[in-house]
Structures are given as C-alpha cells and as structure tokens.
C-alpha cells in the first residue's frame, strides 16, 4: 500500500493541475496559531489559481474561530450537512460530524487527512474519467492491475466503505455497489488516453 505521507502534494498538484501560477506567501499573523499542517496546505494550494475542491470547502485560514466548545471548524462539505474540525488542544487530530451531531475523531491525524481529501477531490473533479456499475471482481482486478491502494483511513462520509488506488497519472475510487453485486468504479487521470486500456476489459460497461 502506498503511505499518504509519501505522496508530494507540490508534484501531485502539478500533474493533476499543471504547474502553479503563484509563488507561495506566508499566511497572516493572525493564523499563527493554527496548525502547521493545515497552514502548510492553505500556503500551497494557494498558489494555483484554480478550482482544487469539488465536494468540500475550506474554510479561509483567516476565518477561522474557535467556538465555545473549543472546536475550530475548518471545513464542510457542499451541502452544509457535514463538518470538520481542529482542537487547538490535540493540533494533530480531526474531528468530524452531521450537522448538530456530536464530535467524533476521525481515523487520520491532520496531515493525512488532508492528502487524502485533496485527492478524493481530484478523483471528484477531473475531466478525464470514466465510470462503470456493479463491476464484477474479475474485471475490478484487471482495472486495478497497475495501480497500488493508497493506506487512507476510513471516512463516514460521503459513504463508508470506499477505497482509494493510485497509479501513474491515474486514480480509481471503488465502493461496493448498492444492487450488493460487483463494485462501482471510477477512474480518473489528466489525460484521457491513459483511460483508453479500460475499454478493453470485458465485465464493465464504461460511460464518461
């Protein structure tokens, strides 16, 4: 398996995202506090002028408060409906929750946490992909010959149970299908020829 902390966020941004437009700047005085993952993330991704989040926002370092149970929300998801959140006490631990759910600590630490959620973005926006229903386990396997499994924890949300596999320039997002039989797959990358092998696997019927 592939450890998130071997994955260079810097490179991956550029394959995915081409190279940044900007330099990188420190963040204000006022974000001292917050912690140095989640600041090392807002000073990189900032300097891309391009749209890096599809199924979340973060929140802007500026703009985040610490509330009076001595949570810091610093990002939800697009509907509102789910949040995340720091401890300035515990700088290195996330908790997520539903709306006016209690906290729960999530399964990654801060720095893994947030390279698993800019490549689930990737996978949720990328223009090349292709995506296939109730695959069966012998064409899944032949999907994710080249790839390797990336070591994420495991997420509540958006759906329990998905798993992320990254390759070269490619990524794949399966979870077990609703019908119960076979696995829903999504395949992604920067260029569409590197998805071109998929529609030679029989057992899965592809569509953009």
């Not at 759906?159 to 077990?176: C, S």
């Amino acid at each position: 398996m592939i450890d998130p902390k071997n994955i260079d966020l810097p490179n991956f941004l550029a394959t995915w995202y081409g190279a940044p437009s900007k330099s990188g700047t420190p963040l204000p005085d006022s974000c001292d506090w917050l912690p140095e993952p989640l600041k090392e993330w807002h000073t990189l991704t900032r300097r891309w002028d391009v749209r890096l989040t599809y199924t979340t926002s973060m929140i802007p370092p500026e703009r985040i408060r610490i509330a009076e149970d001595g949570k810091a929300i610093f990002m939800i998801d697009s509907t509102g409906d789910w949040r995340w959140c720091i401890d300035p006490n515990d700088s290195d631990s996330v908790f997520d929750a539903e709306l006016y759910a209690p906290w729960e600590r999530n399964s990654e630490r801060l720095t893994d946490f947030l390279v698993h959620n800019i490549v689930r973005e990737v996978v949720c926006g990328a223009n090349a992909r292709m995506r296939a229903l109730a695959v069966s386990d012998e064409a899944l396997a032949e999907v994710l010959a080249p790839l390797e499994e990336v070591e994420f924890g495991t997420w509540k949300w958006p759906a329990p149970g998905y798993r992320i596999f990254m390759g070269d320039e490619t990524l794949a997002e399966i979870i077990k299908a609703d019908s119960g039989t076979g696995w829903d797959v999504d395949v992604v990358s920067p260029k569409f020829d590197r998805l071109s092998r998929l529609e030679k696997i029989s057992g899965a019927r592809w569509r953009a």
